[in-house]
């Protein structure tokens, strides 16, 4: 199994997956201090030097330099969790729980300094227009995999009559918008955003009442409660 497998195994997509393995948990910070680093270039011989592994190592583990460049992005991505519940469990607090934890996490990993530089570097190297890579990695493994991640959360939700959506990836981009709001772009511009705590757990929660307000079922004018006065009058 290769290292990106086992990322989409251990973030739900796939079984019981291994993960990355401590060494290669170490290799992979090594390459994110690497990105954070303005002084340094990542390739696979300064990984190397950082890490202190073998070239080889590197090669066997992760291919190429896209196939870094994607596991280090996933395991970014992997830091935001998301909440494994049955439609038995799932009530309108847990719901509503569920969703400012994911949005929590998200923005920590946003907000933080190895993102904000994979970012830039994705958007430099798409401006360049060398044929690299990395944009097209971070989409993939970044939005795209935190809707794939969240999506049986809302399908949960909408089948338990908590949630009234007919586009799911439309929830979702709704959801991105109400937790990264103007943050990410400020950030990528060099405003430097003191995010404390507190700070995003107050965001998050805010985003999750918002989406709440905007697809509940409860909200909607053809939702369960209204349609049980109406059967009432």
Known sequence: MDLATAFENETGKGGAGDGPTARQVDVLDAALALIVDPKATLTMSSLARAASCSKESLYKWFGDRDGLLTAMVQWQAAKVRGLPVGRS???RKRLLGGLEAFAADWLTVLASETSVALNRLAVGE???GGGRNLGRIVLQNGPVAMGRRLAPLLQTGREAGL?????GGEA????FGLVVRDVQIRLLLGDRIDLSPADIRAAASRA????????????????????SKQGKE
């Open 172 to 175: 979702f981009r709704d959801f």
């Open 126 to 128: 798409a401006a360049s």
């Open 163 to 167: 949630l009234a959506f007919e586009d």
């Open 89 to 91: 469990d799932l009530d």
């Open 208 to 227: 999750a009442r918002h989406f709440m307000a905007l697809y509940g079922a409860d909200q909607r004018p053809d939702g369960p409660q209204r349609e």
